[in-house]
């Protein structure tokens, strides 16, 4: 069974950079395309993006001009770099493997809550 | 590109069948066959109960399954349990610029 688990700062300063890893606990991260997505408090799932192979990366249209993500795959984690946070950005953190071949998106972690607060 | 729009909550009494229904539009349902829908139990990992609208993974309960008409996916549970009580939202993909977008969730109150 596939694990992966988020970690990272839960509070964040407006302003600064948000950086988020995500650990994978089986397979081959290279097999697999890696995904982020966010739940804002009350808000529904937005998709921030995703990154695979050597670090090939897709992002949303309207996160683009502030993310980065990344794989290390001899650690088996991939992470997310928002910059300029603002409250907004407020939300639980969700890392989560997508199908090569499939469009589908099939394990998730359980989520990690980052407040970004002064 | 807009969420995928779904009741915000359902109910039902033990036994009965609940049906929860995921309207998007042209851009995602109604263009590609490849809504999921995953079951969320708060402070856990979202689990993958549907994909390709209608597929099952294997060792989810026959009791779940997915359709589609249209811009309109569906997601109906039968035999309705105690477990089966969480919140639930779908997925579809959108194309190659936003990739994904997701329902509004939907909380299942059993009885």
């Known amino acids: 069974q596939v694990q992966l688990q988020e970690s990272g700062p839960g509070l964040v300063k407006p302003s600064e950079t948000l950086s988020l890893t995500c650990t994978v606990s089986?397979?081959?991260?290279?097999?697999?395309?890696w995904n982020w997505i966010r739940q804002p408090a009350g808000k529904g799932l937005e998709w921030i993006g995703r990154?695979?192979?050597?670090?090939?990366?897709n992002y949303n249209p309207s996160l683009k001009s502030r993310v980065t993500m990344s794989l290390d795959t001899s650690n088996k984690q991939f992470s997310l770099k928002l910059r300029s946070v603002t409250a907004a950005d407020t939300a639980i953190y969700f890392c989560?493997?997508?199908?090569?071949?499939?469009?589908?998106?099939?394990?998730w972690g359980q989520g990690t809550l980052v407040t970004v607060s002064s | 590109q807009s969420a995928l729009t779904q009741p915000a909550s359902v109910s039902g009494s033990p036994g009965q069948s609940i049906t929860i229904s995921c309207s998007g539009t042209s851009s995602d349902v109604a263009s590609y066959n490849v809504v999921s829908w995953y079951q969320h139990h708060p402070g856990k990992a979202p689990k993958l109960i549907i994909y390709e609208g209608s597929k099952r993974p294997s060792g989810v309960s026959n009791r779940f399954s997915g359709s589609k008409s249209d811009n309109t996916a569906s997601l109906t549970i039968s035999g309705l349990q105690a477990e089966d009580e969480a919140d639930y939202f779908c997925c579809s993909y959108a194309g190659s610029s936003t990739f994904y977008v997701f329902g509004t969730a939907t909380k299942v109150t059993v009885l």
């Open positions: 989560a493997r997508e199908q090569k071949y499939q469009v589908l998106i099939d394990y």
């Open positions: 990154v695979y192979n050597s670090g090939s990366t």
């Open positions: 089986d397979g081959s991260i290279s097999s697999y395309y």
